[in-house]
Every structure is written in structure tokens, then in C-alpha cells.
């Protein structure tokens, strides 16, 4: 049995895409993450580093079988945070949505009583794009998503979203991915989803958008200790987020700082810092490296295309 946690860096860039020569070491495309647990594919967020993972999605499709109809279908459950353009801007360029047999899922948070599949409708298809959200050829399975929910991904089956309470009282073991989320109102103007995936004894625990407070955000820190792996958003340093002529502080964004905090009193054991700033080039980011990482002791920078088992 494949009970195997991969994690591939897609996008880490926030705010907006940064296809220059100089941002090429860290990457450019916007937030992203691929998770693989054993058979089963999990994405967070939709980013434009989604596309390139489509591309490959649709080619391994097609080399599965010179017969069309015997090849093997795509599955995958797309989670977003939010849906604030860097986390969303690469769904309607994600090959398999346009492939007939895909079957995809978009679990998302929603706010102010809107369904998700209109947002996204309104935002991404039917008024900006040539296809409509009902013209697509894939099962499209679009639902809403808040932190009183669970996602639960059993070996062979279809992720399924139930109450909290109703998952307390059902069984599970090692070989079932549980996703739970903690909901952060630091992040303008309608908050963001922490998301933790728990499988094969591992947890991973992905908090892009996430501002920090004094003293610490202690709910999240309670969701995310102990956790293997830690990706906290550090989009600015200390300087630009106390700026005195252009201050951060209030857009829902860590420094490095932070994130170093919260991974501390989490008891995190690795640490990576995600969402960059799209004004930090590599030379500004190779800087902080230098500064901040320190991979003895777990603390690292994620770069588009890392991989990591854990």
C-alpha cells in the first residue's frame, strides 16, 4: 500500500505572479502547493503554479494508455484558503477541469453566505473567461468550507466534507487523510483558512495570509502544535511591514519574524517560509536566506519545484 506524504512547492510567491530573469531561483508563479497522499492528489490554493501541475496531470493521462478510454482518470481536490485573486488566478488554466472523465474538487471558504460556485463563477468564468463554470467538461464538484468542517479522504474513496461533531463520533486510522482548518480574521477583508492534513502519521500544516499578533495568535498555535512540517506565510520584512512611509501592518501578511514565533511556539519541527513579497527579487531573497534559514534546525525558504517526503 502507497501511504507515502509528498509535498511539491508549485507557487510561492504572493500577491501576483513575477515572470522575470531575477526571480527565477525562488520562483514566480503565485501560491500553490501539491500534496500527494499515497493515491490521493491534494492542492492548496489555486495559484498560477496550479497550471504547470495540470500540464503534468494531463500528459501522465495521456501516456496511461494508448487506448483513450482506458486511460486513467484525474482525480484531485483543490482546498483554497481564500479566494483572493494569488490563490485562485490559475483555476480556469487547470487542464484537467477541460478534460471529460476528470473529476475535481474545489472545497473552498465562503463568506458572507455566498456560495463558492457563484463567486468563482462571477470571478473567474462566466463574466472574464470564454467558458462558462457549466461549460466545463469535468465533474466539477465545487462546495463551501469553513473551520466547523472536516475533510476526510479515505483509501479509494472520494474526499468528503462533514460536521466536526459528526467526525468525532466516526473511526479512522492512519491510512484516511484528515483535513481540518482553523479560520484566521487577520487576513482582510473576510479571513483565511490554516489548513492541517493529518496522514500516515505525519501532519503538515499550511497558514498562508496569516498576520500574526502580539504575543502570538495562541488558537493557532494550539491547531498547529507538534506538526512535522510548518508553511507560514513571510511575506515582508520587518522593515516594510513597520515602514513609516508605506507600513503593512493590518494586510493580513507574517515577517519572518513571525513566522519564526509561531513555528517556535508550536513546537513545529521544520519550518518553511512561504508567500514572498512580489517586490523581493533573488538577490533580496537570497539576502534573507542568509539571515533567517537555518536548515540544522529545520528552518528553510521554499523555492517552486521543492519536494519534500515526510
Do not use: W
Not at 500500500?1 to 510561492?12: H, L, P, S, Y
Not at 507600513?247 to 509561531?262: C, D, V
Not at 539576502?287 to 540544522?296: K, N, Q, S, T, V
Amino acid at each position: 500500500m502507497d501511504n507515502k506524504f509528498k509535498i511539491k512547492f508549485r507557487g510561492v510567491r504572493g500577491s501576483y505572479p513575477t515572470p522575470k530573469a531575477n526571480f527565477l531561483n525562488f520562483g514566480g508563479n503565485t501560491s500553490c502547493v501539491e500534496v500527494n497522499l499515497g493515491d490521493n492528489l491534494v492542492v492548496l490554493d489555486a495559484g498560477t503554479g496550479i497550471v504547470d501541475l495540470g500540464t503534468e496531470l494531463v500528459r501522465e493521462h495521456i501516456l496511461s494508455s494508448g487506448n483513450p478510454l482506458e486511460r486513467k482518470n484525474i482525480t484531485a481536490t483543490i482546498l483554497l484558503s481564500h479566494v483572493h485573486q494569488d490563490h485562485i488566478q490559475g483555476l480556469q488554466f487547470f487542464s484537467p477541469v477541460f478534460l471529460r472523465g476528470s473529476k475535481i474538487n474545489v472545497f473552498g471558504l465562503n463568506v458572507n453566505n455566498e456560495d463558492l460556485k457563484d463567486t468563482l463563477r462571477d470571478v473567474l468564468f462566466d463574466r472574464v473567461f470564454p467558458l462558462g463554470i457549466d461549460d466545463v467538461k469535468c465533474s466539477f464538484n465545487i462546495q463551501n468550507l469553513n473551520d466547523s468542517k472536516v475533510v476526510v479522504i479515505k483509501k479509494c474513496d472520494e474526499a468528503k466534507i462533514i460536521d466536526a461533531g459528526e467526525f468525532a463520533l466516526l473511526h479512522h486510522d492512519e491510512s484516511d487523510a484528515v483535513i481540518t482548518f482553523h479560520k484566521t480574521p487577520a487576513h482582510p477583508k473576510n479571513g483565511c483558512l490554516c489548513i492541517k492534513i493529518e496522514y500516515a502519521g505525519k501532519t503538515l500544516v499550511y497558514a498562508t495570509d496569516k498576520e500574526s499578533y502580539v504575543g502570538s495568535d495562541k488558537r493557532f498555535i494550539e491547531f498547529a502544535h507538534g506538526c512535522d512540517l510548518l508553511i507560514h506565510d513571510a511575506q515582508y520584512t520587518h522593515q516594510d511591514y513597520v515602514s513609516p512611509i508605506a507600513p503593512k501592518q493590518g494586510y493580513g501578511h507574517s515577517t519572518f519574524q513571525m513566522a519564526l514565533e509561531s513555528a517556535k511556539l508550536a513546537k513545529a519541527k521544520r519550518v518553511l517560509f512561504f508567500h514572498y513579497d512580489p517586490n523581493y527579487d533573488d538577490t533580496t531573497l537570497e539576502m534573507l536566506e542568509r539571515e533567517f534559514a537555518d536548515p540544522g534546525r529545520g528552518i528553510e525558504f521554499a523555492k517552486e519545484g521543492l519536494e519534500i517526503a515526510l
